[in-house]
């Protein structure tokens, strides 16, 4: 692939390098700020190499390109725009923009996706410890350390490896909050080392040893660390940043450097200790034991409830706001999270629905994509399944979210817990203790063999469920490759077909709502009750009598029946403009044609069936 020539088409697409703000990328998705999303040509980004699908969120206009691929993608458009990094002051203003919930999830996941690696690694050796001491998973009533006492230090080494992310998390918080929220991150990270500070006793003895006080003034303050916790180092770091701006603004300029960090760390840490801290630590057990709480108590009910809802959830983007509950539930004793496996369940269901698609679809370009983006979501990468092929097709996604809550029901009511956070996937092996990987094995089955039948099942009815169109006119019908116009005849906006008229009363071909009337008249949107789009346009280029030979019946948002009458065209006055009279019906959400009468009909006669079988679909 020639990333360079990739890049100068998509900015091409997009509008031109004038109308992109800012671009970055996450794990799969080119991610664009642009000034205005309409100039972006999706369907010309859908034939770019590379492309697996294209949407928009809030303001960024996402291109989908998969795991290391968009990478270097990115890299070439940043080269071409002369872009080096994000701009902090448009970060800022996209941030004003967009619900206060939608704002609050961006912030979390700013603040928690650059850790994340650190919570992996320090999950997944946590997982290779779970492997040497578990008992009876290699030997009768044995772990492997007990077997082989030689791999006894190495255990412990892992062990050490393992627990540091988890114990020092506020300072990785501390560190990644405060930048976040535009202070020093250095003082954020020494808040995080003020609260596990080996002095303070370890928050894990908790109620096991006598709880050291300080006497500050007559005031009794705890004397008790915040290892594992989020929450309340999430406040804190919001408080040192929000302090020292105040202090920057005030200050002189010869004093700043001095007094600031030194007011800043000092009032903020008598903050913690005395309120912040003890009120948010319990805050943060109370939510992350009650979501656990609701999780089991519902048992497997309450597993499918929130299997069914994790794909939308995600789409909405607030799945990264789990990131700080999971963290939280990792830290916590316990070090077990209901999440991750839910997610597993969610993305392999994803995966299976794409690979139904890839042995029923007939289209080459689509059995390509479903493929690469069916294994993708197997192995914990769903964006290029979800949104290039699931949701594009709908059927598919329904499949996949009711294999997601079989799945997800099945480990709720084994109790099935990680002890990590990893690949949501069929890798996640290693994020859950041994003595659990039975149960997740079968709820990953469960979740690949319900999403993949309803997939199927879905498919079946979605082929069969054709719609039946009218004529709505009288005159001579024909495929629409023979549509006068280059543009509708060569397919380019979907399928359809063409009337020659006789006759100047324009009826409804199918029942529905009309989505959208031109101010000239010449042309309208119909939206059938069984979803098809449709596209009507009345003449040739008769847009430009400006509706003189046009009386419409209705308007937008009417909700019309089958055969009723809708336009009266004057039919002459268009011949007399010099234009044509041949009016065009294209189905723009790209469902197929198949004309079962041809020739000379009379209006409201039966002449095409809509159907959108996989085969045909278009893929993205």
């Avoid at 069914?308 to 316990?334: D, K, N, R, W």
């Avoid at 079946?460 to 543009?487: F, H, Q, Y």
Wanted: hydrophobic share 45%.
């Amino acid at each position: 692939m020639d990333y360079n020539k990739v890049a100068k088409e998509v900015i091409s697409h997009v509008g031109g390098p004038k109308n992109i703000k800012k671009a970055f990328h996450c794990a799969t998705r080119l991610r664009l700020m642009l000034k205005d999303p309409s100039l972006a040509d999706e369907k010309a980004l859908e034939s770019v190499d590379g492309v697996k699908g294209t949407f928009l969120v809030q303001e960024q206009f996402q291109i989908i390109f998969g795991s290391g691929t968009v990478n270097l993608v990115t890299d070439e458009v940043l080269k071409e725009l002369g872009m080096e990094s994000q701009d902090q002051a448009d970060e800022e203003i996209v941030e004003k923009k967009g619900n206060p919930i939608s704002r609050a999830v961006k912030t979390l996941s700013d603040i928690f996706v650059p850790i994340v690696p650190a919570i992996v690694a320090g999950g997944l050796l946590m997982g290779l410890n779970n492997v040497l001491t578990a008992q009876g998973l290699f030997f009768a009533n044995k772990s492997l350390i007990e077997a082989y006492p030689m791999f006894k230090d190495f255990a412990s080494i892992i062990n050490l490896f393992s627990n540091a992310a988890f114990t020092f998390l506020p300072i990785l918080v501390g560190f990644s909050a405060t930048k976040k929220f535009g202070g020093n991150p250095y003082l954020g990270a020494v808040m995080g080392m003020i609260m596990v500070h080996p002095d303070l006793l370890n928050c894990y003895n908790l109620g096991k040893v006598a709880t050291p006080y300080w006497n500050l003034f007559g005031l009794k303050v705890a004397a008790v660390g915040y290892q594992g916790t989020v929450l309340p180092i999430l406040f804190v770091s919001w408080l040192i940043a929000k302090l020292e701006t105040k202090l920057h603004k005030i200050t002189p300029s010869w004093l700043d450097n001095l007094t600031t960090p030194l007011l800043s760390v000092l009032i903020t840490g008598f903050i913690t200790f005395l309120a912040v801290g003890p009120v948010l630590r319990e805050a943060g057990n109370v939510l992350a034991d009650g979501l656990q709480w609701i999780y089991f108590s519902l048992g497997p009910v309450g597993g499918a409830i929130f299997g069914f809802l994790y794909a939308p959830i995600v789409i909405t983007g607030m799945h990264q706001s789990f990131i700080a509950i999971e963290t939280q539930l990792l830290a916590s004793a316990a070090h077990r999270t209901f999440i991750f496996p839910t997610a597993a369940m969610s993305n392999v269901a994803q995966g299976a629905a794409v690979l139904a698609v890839f042995f029923l679809s007939k289209d080459p370009k689509q059995r390509s994509l479903c493929s690469a983006s069916g294994i993708s979501a197997l192995l914990g990468i769903t964006e290029p399944a979800m949104f290039g092929v699931n949701l594009k097709l709908k059927y598919p996604f329904i499949g996949a979210i009711c294999g997601s809550a079989v799945g997800s029901a099945w480990i709720a009511g084994t109790k099935t817990l990680a002890s990590a956070v990893g690949t949501a996937g069929l890798p996640g092996f290693i994020s859950i203790p041994p003595e659990s990987w039975a149960n997740y094995g079968i709820g990953m089955a469960l979740s690949i063999v319900v999403a993949f039948v309803v997939t199927c099942i879905l498919h079946k009815r979605n082929v069969e469920g054709k719609e039946s169109l009218v004529s709505p006119m009288k005159g001579e019908v024909a495929p629409i490759t023979e549509c006068p116009d280059p543009t509708f005849a060569s397919k380019a906006m979907g399928d359809g077909f063409v009337v020659f008229p006789e006759d100047g009363k324009f009826y409804a071909p199918a029942s529905g709502e009309i989505t959208m009337t031109f101010p000239t008249k010449h042309a309208f949107g119909l939206m059938t009750n069984n979803g098809t789009e449709i596209l009507v346009h009345i003449g040739l280029d008769t847009v430009e009598l400006n509706g003189a030979p046009f009386t419409m019946h209705v308007e937008k948002g009417d909700k019309v029946k089958k055969g009723q009458l809708l336009v009266d065209v004057d039919l002459k006055a268009i011949e007399e403009a010099g234009k044509k009279t041949a009016t065009a019906l294209i189905i723009t959400n790209g469902k197929t044609v198949d004309l079962v009468k041809s020739g000379a009909v009379d209006a409201k006669t039966a002449v095409a069936k809509t159907a959108n079988p996989v085969a045909e679909t278009k893929a993205a």
